[in-house]
Every structure is written in C-alpha cells, then in structure tokens.
C-alpha cells in the first residue's frame, strides 16, 4: 500500500518527535508556541522541525530508489 512507506516514518519516531510533526507540519505552528506547549527545549523543537523539513522533501525520492530495486518498505 502506497501509504505505509509513509506510515513507517511514524512508526519508527518517538513520541517527542510525532508530537513535534504534527503541531509544526499538521497544525502549522510556529517553533516557539511548539516548545511551549510540549515544555521542550526551543533548540530540540527546531533541529526536530529542520530534520523532518529534509526527511519529507527526500521522501518521495527515497521511495522511487526503493521501488526500483524492488526494496519492500
């Protein structure tokens, strides 16, 4: 199913960083309000925000390179 390579970024974060995915990227909070909220350091919420920023742009290359070696994800 095309939605588990998907998927399988969430299973594999922990839930610091599912909790930071979704109030930066799904409710589209700023990184500032984000530490507040969850009582995190300012610096963890923006090096969290700055890696999944990277890890979705590859994601959708990263996926091609697996399908075409026939990589089950």
Known sequence: M???FYLSYLDEM???ERSIFL???I???PTTETAQRLKLP???VQLA???F???IELSPI???VFEAFGVSV
């Open 27 to 29: 409710l589209k909070l």
């Open 49 to 51: 925000s700055e890696q």
């Open 42 to 44: 300012f610096r963890q």
């Open 23 to 25: 109030y930066r990227y």
């Open 2 to 4: 095309k939605n588990d």
């Open 62 to 64: 990263k996926k091609e």
């Open 53 to 55: 920023k990277t890890m």
């Open 14 to 16: 922990t839930h610091e």
